[in-house]
């Protein structure tokens, strides 16, 4: 083989990577009225919904699924005060390599949460109430995020102390390690992205409650998801922006030496000080 041809390959193959990684990006879009009706219709926005198709924007992104394969099908719906920062998270994740199986929108699955889990997809907003309880959730105004389900269970404790995963295939991940000795790395943990989604102003991680327990849950507090919605949307974004600005002067300005217990004291006294 003559050089000529071998340097027109390399040029080709070159060419070809930069046409991928062109490809891979993230944009916001407002929700339709199309959109907004087949909402509707499949019962992932309720008649008595707190918040209107015009306060949600969808947000489009690139990720890398579990065989490493760059994908530009990724889509979650979520409160137009929170898309920008959202998109941040979800270009950041895509930066750090972090495994995403899909992110399908909740009409796919007729707003049915198992289902959504059982296809471990990444999901945000749906027009429901809490697990077990009559609460709208945090995801009826696009203020949770759910990650990798599968690899991030939800884990309700019974009375005498049995665990029940959702979906069931999450009890493989009871076990939070992703390095292990002897074993294959496990990629698609929420642990590796926390300070992620905190630097974004999702400040609360299910992983830290008790009973249940969320991995793939990430949210925004209650009382200013209601402020938020109570608002006109430039008027809530800026609030959402001074608040995420709140929490990174505090990790900034933090004392402790251990990264962990600077992002856990900043997130306590950002939501503490109020909204
Ligand atoms: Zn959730």
Known sequence: MTPFPL????????LLCVA???QAGSSISEVSDTACNTMRQQGVMQKDAPLSCAQL????????????KLRNDGEIMVLAAVAEHVQAIFDTLLQRKFAIARARLMDHYRGDDVASMRDNNTS????RRITNGKTPSLHAYGVAIDINPLQNPYIQFEADGKALYSPPGGSKYANRLAVRPGKAARPGMAEEVVDVFAEHGFLGWGGNWDAPIDYQHFQVN????LRMISLPVPEARSVFHAYVERYRQCVLG???QNRASVQASCATSVERNGQ
């Open 7 to 14: 340097i027109h390959r390399y040029l080709a193959i070159a």
């Open 20 to 22: 991928a990684t062109a």
């Open 57 to 68: 924007r969808i947000v489009h992104f690139s990720y890398l699924d579990f065989d490493g």
């Open 124 to 127: 945000a907003f749906n027009d």
């Open 222 to 225: 209650r009382a200013l998801a």
């Open 254 to 256: 933090g004392k402790e």
